[in-house]
């Protein structure tokens, strides 16, 4: 399983991230467009996303997208989706094998193909033995419906689980930056010993690695932090803000953003495999691209 070292988050592509009560915010379809032609260009060749993104929007325009492109370009890119969420407010969720199934062909006939490079389990299912998960997705694979499979949003406990299972698990993505830590704990050793890739979303903290959020200031009109803030509330304390301006001053010496430096110190990183970002707009995406530089 190959792909870029940085990846192209989809997950406010029509909404923001799973939240049914967002669908419908986030990128328009002719944004998402947008910014899929400036990553496309800048070499950014896989795109994460998931059945629940936007209420299938996410998926959806994606597919859209690469019917407008060469069968090359089509061929170039690796996808990578998820399930476990509700597609919408009030329906069914959860790892049972019937529901993987079915959630997979969906995610295909959005994405317009037949298969797609890495599936991932969006959450852990404490009703779903992760043995009968990993049976399906075996299934999956000598189907040749998707390349590998991973993980997301565990913890060190449910990955030693999962890989004890039999499974294959190839693949953990979870929430990591300078202001997020725990993967340090137990997840990125475990990676390492057992030769799994890790994939950081998030490596921005939702927007506060970049220098947009002040302390003792509102946050800005239609930040992450006025659309749903519940994920980073925690941060609005002074001793981030002390960090941050820390870091501020580490990346002045080095000649970079603050953005560009937090993405270096994760790319430095050999644990990590690739790291996933979610610009809001083309332009955001520069950041990641001096960072590789």
């Known amino acids: 399983m190959r792909v870029s070292r940085i990846i192209l988050g989809c997950g406010n592509f029509g909404g923001i991230g799973s939240a049914p009560e967002l669908f419908g915010r986030g990128e328009s379809r002719d944004e998402a467009f947008a910014l899929m032609d400036a990553a496309w260009e800048a070499g950014i060749a896989t795109f994460d996303t998931a059945d629940a993104y936007g209420g299938g929007r996410s998926e959806t325009w994606i597919g859209e997208w690469l019917a407008t492109k060469s069968s090359d370009v089509r061929d170039s890119i690796v996808l990578s989706t998820k399930t476990f969420n509700p597609m919408d407010a009030g329906a069914d969720h959860g790892l049972a094998p019937e529901r993987v199934r079915r959630q997979l062909e969906s995610s295909l006939e959005r994405l317009g193909v037949?298969?797609?490079?890495?599936?991932l389990t969006h959450a852990w299912d404490p009703d779903v033995p992760i043995a009968e998960t990993a049976g399906v997705l075996d299934e999956l694979v000598a189907a040749g419906k998707i390349g590998a499979y991973g993980l997301s949003n565990v913890d060190g406990d449910q990955l030693r689980e999962?890989?004890?299972s039999g499974g294959s698990f190839g693949w953990v993505q979870n929430s990591y930056s300078l202001l997020d830590r725990d993967a340090e704990r137990e997840v990125l050793p475990l990676c390492m010993e057992h030769g799994l890739g890790f994939t950081p979303f998030s490596p921005l903290a939702g927007g506060w690695l970049t220098g947009k959020y002040r302390r003792g200031e509102p946050p800005p009109e239609g930040s992450r932090m006025t659309l749903r803030p519940e994920p980073y509330a925690h941060f609005q304390a002074d001793e981030v803000f002390d960090e941050l301006e820390r870091l501020e001053q580490e990346a002045a010496e080095h000649g970079r953003s603050l953005a560009t430096h937090a993405l270096v110190r994760l790319l430095d990183d050999p644990?990590?495999?690739?790291?996933?970002?979610?610009?809001r707009r083309p332009s955001h995406l520069e950041a990641a691209l001096a960072a590789l530089a």
């Open 114 to 119: 037949e298969r797609v490079g890495m599936y």
């Open 162 to 164: 999962a890989l004890a």
């Open 271 to 279: 644990r990590v495999t690739a790291v996933i970002v979610g610009p």
